[in-house]
């Protein structure tokens, strides 16, 4: 069988070489787009007079015969003909005879490729942002519901001060705020139609770009034809922004596995998200957690191998380009998944505000509280912390907390204790009282809520 290219060669293909080209394997998945992105331009073929209005009435019949075909299942792609472009326009000439032929003037599978995977990860950037709100709807949820559930906040995993739970859910609504910024900006790059540049070029034809970018709902076209052919940028972009937004999802992830562990006891997964395991019948395991920490390093590989696929190629378009699409699709999958999953989970998790609010009561976190109340009685801070200091160390020896010393330590330590220091060192006052712009206190989280809120 002759190739749709063959008209210059003396050998027929043989099938295991073929089978290396090909990537109709996997960039079938961009049958809509390619139908789509040929739609625009056969209208634009008529409506610059180079097709006649029979010819693309023709010709659009037939692609959306092909378009229902794909719809069913119907469509018996094969490697013989190499990717997605090849194989529909067979089919094209299969349906409608010669005629379809016409569909490929002025425009080469470098331009025909680069469009459909713009209007891809136009389609799938969206549904991603969408998900992205999803989750950040569950964490507004759950941080409503935990205004005043108190949780030790920590600085190298060791107990610092206490944090309203809220407060720190809220921390990744913001991660999240700005992945959904990023993407959405990427959106700008990915939303230019190379439509048009043919394989390099340009063409002889009087082909009319800024037509079919608009059929095409792009707000513009690249300005130069070589760049539009070889430019990957806006997925080395999406595969960026992913990977940050994984980063964050893996670092939540891994809270959620801390907090589900024994040691902690600060939630419980839900039965869905959970599993046992097959030969230990008291466990239960938060694979989903760890499974999306571990995805996390196949989204940062996917950016990287495009990054690598990329420095070296001269312009414009070069086979080893072919190499962007795996990674992507696998990316988008892995990112929907993973926040799909994660909105879950966050859903339906128990907070044990119980164990968190006891938590908060067995440490040295109102430690800094106690310095703040001597420095706003005018000692200088530093010796402040040095009084702490030894009145911790003091209670250490003594196996009590800060809020269980006698009075009299107090007074050892500084003429400038008053009683009302065991009121000051509670955890809910030393929450309450971080009421700096962003930070922990009560009315901030509230405000933090409400402006959540507003954005989702
Ligand atoms: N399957 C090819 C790809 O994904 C389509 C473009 C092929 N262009 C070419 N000149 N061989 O990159």
Known sequence: MTKLWGGRFTKT???WVDAFGASIGFDQ????????GSLAHVTMLGKCEILSSEEVELIKGGLNILREKAKKGELEFSVHNEDIHLNLEKFLIDEIGPVGGKL?????????????MHLYLRNQTEEIMSAVKKLQEAIV???NDHIETLIPGYTHLQRAQPVSFSHHLLAYFWMLERDYSRLSDSLKRVNISPL?????????????????????????????SLDAVSDRDFIVEFLAASST??????????????????EFQFIEMDDTFATGSSIMPQKKNPDMAELIRGKTGRVYGNLFSLLTTLKGLPLAYNKDMQEDKEGMFDTVETVKGSLLIFAGMIETMKVK?????EAVHQDFSNATELADYLATKGMPFREAHEVVGKLVLTAINKGVFLLELPFSDYKDASDLFEEDIYEVLQPKTVVARRNSAGGTGFEQVKKALAKAQSLL
């Open 104 to 116: 490929h003037t002025g425009r080469s599978r470098n331009d025909q490729v680069a469009t459909d």
């Open 353 to 357: 505000a119980e164990v968190m609010n």
């Open 245 to 262: 937004l994984m980063m964050h999802l893996s670092r939540f992830a891994e809270e959620l596995i801390l907090w589900s562990s024994q």
């Open 141 to 143: 949820c759950q941080a």
């Open 13 to 15: 293909a043989e099938e």
């Open 29 to 36: 998945k961009l049958v809509d787009e390619d139908i789509e």
């Open 196 to 224: 048009g540049a043919g394989a390099l070029a340009g063409t002889t034809f009087p082909i009319d770009r800024e037509y079919s970018a608009q059929l095409l709902e792009f707000e513009g076209i690249y300005e130069n």
